[in-house]
Every structure is written in C-alpha cells, then in structure tokens.
C-alpha cells in the first residue's frame, strides 16, 4: 500500500510558475505508472500529466503541452510536475496518483493510489 503526499500548490499571478511535488512511502514507487491530475470546481477530475514507470514515455494533456513538464526521481521516491506560463484556468485541485501496472493509464480509473491533492491558484 503506497501512501502520497503532495506538496508545493499555492497563489501566484498568470504567467508564473510553480513546482509540485509528490512523495511516495511505502510500495515500489520505481515500478509504478505516475500521474498528475487536476480538479476545478464543478468540473471531472481530468489527467495533466503522466510518466511510466522507467521515466522514458510521458504523455500530457494538450492544454498544458509546451508548458508543464512532469519528471520523476526513483532513488527519492518522488514525481514532479513543473508549471510554467501559468493560466487562470490551470486553477484546481491538483492530485499524485499511482499505477501500480506501470503503463501509461489515462484513465482515473486505472489509478490505484491518490494523494489528497493541493490546490493551485492563479491569478488573472
């Protein structure tokens, strides 16, 4: 059972940039799928962002392509997502969640682990 807890959500203008981070304990955090999803008010719960298991494949929404880079480090059991060029719609509630078959899943579904997401707020 993998636990994750992310950090680095907060308030800052458009065209800012933020780092979140994803810490994970427990499990085998080198062979699991990560992915960085998103949720506005009143809105699904939508993938931003994820990254297999080895780190080589990536897939991101086309709504942040060119401006969020996910990335992970397996010796310290963490999944990054740097934001860049920050919109007021990139406003949410962002989660870390983990796969343990270690594709690529796009689907919330396939996602056996959540963390209990941060918010991040972008001020127009």
């Known amino acids: 059972q993998a636990q994750l807890v992310e950090s680095g959500g907060g308030l800052v203008q458009a065209g800012g940039s933020l780092r979140l981070s994803c810490a994970a304990s427990g499990g085998t955090f080198s062979s699991y799928a990560m992915g960085w999803f998103r949720q506005a008010p009143g809105k699904e719960r939508e993938l931003v962002a994820a990254?297999?298991?080895?780190?080589?494949?990536?897939y991101y929404a086309e709504s942040v392509k060119g401006r969020f880079s996910i990335s992970r480090d397996n010796a310290k059991n963490t999944v990054y997502l740097q934001m860049n060029s920050l919109k007021p719609e990139d406003t949410a509630v962002y989660y870390c969640?983990?796969?343990?078959?270690?594709?690529?899943?796009?689907?919330?579904?396939?996602?056996?682990?959540w963390g209990q997401g941060t918010q991040v707020t972008v001020s127009s």
């Open positions: 990254i297999s298991s080895g780190g080589p494949n990536t």
């Open positions: 969640a983990a796969d343990r078959q270690g594709g690529l899943p796009i689907r919330a579904i396939k996602y056996d682990y």
